[in-house]
């Protein structure tokens, strides 16, 4: 099991920006194959997201590898492109990840780009 706490670093709730569409879509996929998913929140580290399909929810479990295929915030397409992950929880259809490598954006330029 990974030892990870995102706690202390600072996450952007999708929901509370303003003029934003309040969801942003995904396109990702572990060793079982594609997945639907919804970012929640995110920072530089990782991000927390729900698997939108029951089925999905059997495709990723705690400790799996991700691939972020990507991602698109307002004009930023190909956010997140390419980005490699690890499930460090998950809890139902809610799974929390960490980025190897970390985003190289500031919490303040994710904002931006969602804004």
Same mark, same amino acid.
């Given at each position: %099991? @990974? !030892?990870?706490?995102?706690? !202390? ?7 509370? &920006?303003? !003029? #934003?569409?309040?969801? $942003?879509?995904? =396109? =990702?996929?572990? *060793?079982? +194959?594609?997945?639907? &998913?919804?970012?929640?929140? &995110?920072?530089?580290? *990782? %991000?927390?997201?729900? /698997? ?7 495709? @990723? ?8 295929? *990507?991602?698109?915030? !307002?004009?930023? @397409? +190909? ?5 490699? =992950? /690890? ?7 809610? $799974? *929390?990840i960490k #980025?190897?490598?970390?985003?190289? #954006?500031?919490?303040? =330029? &994710?904002?931006? %780009? %969602?804004?």
């Open positions: %099991m @990974i !030892n990870y706490n995102r706690r !202390n670093t600072e996450r952007i709730e999708v929901s509370s &920006i303003q !003029n #934003f569409y309040k969801q $942003c879509d995904i =396109a =990702a996929s572990s *060793g079982k +194959g594609d997945l639907d &998913i919804t970012i929640l929140d &995110i920072s530089q580290q *990782g %991000m927390k997201f729900r /698997v939108n399909c029951t089925e999905d929810t059997k495709k @990723i479990n705690q400790d799996d590898r991700l691939l972020i295929r *990507g991602c698109i915030f !307002n004009d930023s @397409i +190909g956010f997140l492109s390419n980005q490699q =992950a /690890v499930t460090v929880w998950k809890d139902d259809n809610l $799974c *929390g #980025f190897t490598p970390e985003l190289e #954006f500031t919490g303040e =330029a &994710i904002r931006e %780009m %969602m804004s």
